[in-house]
């Protein structure tokens, strides 16, 4: 399943970031061999169990085994552009994702024009 932003949508304006001391791994490189008509894909090679502050998340990315890369995860985006790989287990990471799926549809509903969401409908 693959999980589109809002279009026009303009993530992260106007925010400081996040500080804090967790660790996560980020996105990986890894080069895949391609033939013609491939991509060369992104993949995480490994995950972070450390749960990620709500607040510094804009979307996410399911990555699925077999489909190009070697394990499922799932692949947050910051407001700062980075790309934390996650497992697919946790309640946190479902609980994550289901929230940026309620928030992507009221950008939808309200066409991108609510004062609360600004940071990501705008």
């Not at 996410?60 to 077999?66: N, S």
């Not at 692949?75 to 980075?82: D, I």
Request: with cysteine; charged share 15%; net charge positive.
């Amino acid at each position: 399943m693959t999980i589109e932003h809002c279009p026009g949508c303009k993530f992260g304006q106007g925010h400081q970031g996040f500080k804090g001391g967790f660790n996560v791994f980020t996105f990986s490189f890894s080069p895949l061999s391609v033939t013609q008509g491939q991509m060369v894909m992104d993949c995480c090679l490994a995950v972070s169990w450390k749960e990620i502050p709500i607040h510094v998340v804009i979307g996410y990315q399911p990555q699925v085994k077999g489909q190009g890369c070697s394990i499922n995860a799932v692949v947050f985006t910051t407001r700062r552009g980075l790309k934390l790989c996650a497992p697919t287990e946790p309640t946190w990471v479902t609980d994550l994702m289901k929230l940026m799926d309620r928030l992507i549809k009221k950008c939808h509903e309200t066409n991108f024009k609510v004062p609360s969401l600004q940071a990501m409908c705008m």
